[in-house]
Nanobody, 121 residues
Framework: VQLQASGGGLVQAGGSLRLSCAVS????????MSWIRQAPGKEREVVSC????????YYADSVKGRFTISRDNAKNTVYLEMNNLKPEDTAIYYC???????????????WGQGTLVTVSS
């Protein structure tokens, strides 16, 4: 199973980034997908997640209205569009796959390697 995250980088506050996560080795349609971040010295946080196929999504309060999660089941890829970025969004962002749609990181079975997002003030 491979989850390959990309799209991170350095951006100024107020800027935008789009993260992508290409998934292989599992039946993508059978898995809920999430983006989970971890900042230095902080706990992991589920930023957003999307259900397998019915379009249900969740956003942490800290990103609601600024981030959008989407998935393309034909391409086995999940995306995170991040707008109006803030310095507090700085973290390593991981994509993760789980058989259950959940708002807690421990529920996810497979994780990507992470991509670093740095937002400067």
């Amino acid at each position: 199973v491979q989850l390959q995250a990309s799209g991170g980088g350095l951006v100024q506050a107020g800027g935008s980034l789009r993260l992508s996560c290409a998934v292989s080795g599992i039946t993508f349609d059978d898995y809920a997908m999430s983006w989970i971040r971890q900042a230095p010295g902080k706990e992991r946080e589920v930023v957003s997640c999307t259900s397998k196929s019915d379009g249900t999504t969740y956003y942490a309060d800290s990103v609601k209205g600024r981030f959008t999660i989407s998935r393309d089941n034909a391409k086995n890829t999940v995306y995170l569009e991040m707008n109006n970025l803030k310095p507090e969004d700085t973290a390593i962002y991981y994509c993760a796959a789980g058989t259950s749609y959940a708002r807690v990181a421990r529920a996810y079975d497979y994780w990507g390697q992470g991509t670093l997002v740095t937002v400067s003030s």
